[in-house]
């Protein structure tokens, strides 16, 4: 889709504001007109709302929509002046140290922040690491053992499941929290035990996991990028050639034959095997061929038995 050449001064205004958001978010101020246009133009998207299974279009949604920027999102603000590269994501683990905030007056469980709820000296290695790797632009996320991936900012309350029990997160889950994330689209480092890398590094094909040896070793490295801004730098550009290696190529124009387009010969079909308008583990079906000696409705089913001979 073309990015068209400038936008009327809402949804534009709208881009330039995303442009500056660490997660290219479209401010919540924008009104619903504005959001059409930049979904009708490719240049942002919705991320998926999902509640009892049941995912939710945007105009069944009672609060505000969560939009971010796409890729031509991007582009459209760069050619008007505003310099908005991928955004770049960093996956730490949480740990098996975690602090308990008690109960409260009513005998319920207190709950902190997840930036606030790892104590662990290997965890606080990882997350002075993730800091200095955002500390310019970027997104922190944490690997809970029971909820997947959590922003610094969402509430936990006090648990001792780890990955591998009944209730711990699962891989499914795992790669269904980073496509929502759009993690498919961001610069991607994972820091952390091999317990959690080893789930979220399926789901982020592209992401780099620059940590190598026992713990101790992480620690040092962990260290050693926190001090070291160009050693920081390196890794970015490694995750942003890994993104690059793994991005799949744009789709080829259509080729036409005379007499034949190739398009329409293509819808005729129906969907691709991978066409993301096929629910995935549905096979493709076939196109319906008319077989004039088969009757092609009921009601030609129940003529044809009236009319056979007894």
């Not at 009944?166 to 980073?178: L, M, T």
Request: glycine share 10%; with cysteine.
């Amino acid at each position: 889709m073309p990015i068209p050449p400038k936008l009327a001064p809402k949804p534009h205004e709208a881009v330039i504001a995303a442009a500056g958001d660490r997660d290219h978010q479209v401010p919540r101020r924008f009104n619903a007109r504005t959001h059409q246009v930049l979904l009708r133009e490719g240049l942002a998207h919705m991320r998926p709302f999902t509640a009892g299974g049941r995912t939710y279009r945007y105009e069944e949604l009672f609060g505000p929509p969560d939009i971010h920027l796409t890729a031509a999102g991007r582009a459209y603000a760069q050619q008007h002046g505003v310099d908005t590269p991928r955004r770049r994501i960093v996956v730490i683990s949480g740990g098996a140290e975690r602090t308990d905030p008690g109960i409260n007056e009513a005998g319920r469980p207190n709950a902190l922040r997840a930036g606030e709820f790892y104590g662990g000296r290997h965890h606080r290695y990882l997350r002075a690491a993730a800091d200095a790797l955002t500390a310019e632009r970027g997104l922190i996320y944490i690997v809970n053992d029971l909820h997947g991936l959590v922003g610094l900012d969402f509430w936990l309350m006090y648990n001792e499941i780890r990955v591998g029990d009944e209730k711990s997160v699962r891989a499914g889950s795992i790669r269904d929290q980073a496509r929502r994330l759009g993690l498919d689209d961001a610069d991607v480092i994972v820091l952390g035990e091999h317990a959690h890398t080893d789930l979220v590094a399926p789901a982020v094909p592209h992401a780099l996991v620059p940590l190598t040896g026992d713990m101790l070793g992480h620690q040092a490295q962990c260290q050693a990028v926190a001090e070291d801004s160009e050693l920081a730098n390196s890794w970015w550009e490694q995750a942003g050639r890994r993104f690059e290696e793994h991005r799949e190529p744009p789709p080829a124009a259509p080729r036409t034959e005379a007499g034949i387009d190739r398009t329409a010969a293509a819808r005729g079909q129906g969907p691709h095997p991978r066409s993301p308008l096929r629910r995935p583990g549905t096979a493709a079906t076939s196109p319906q061929v008319s077989r004039p000696d088969l009757p092609s409705s009921t009601s030609d089913r129940t003529v044809a038995s009236r009319s056979r001979p007894t």
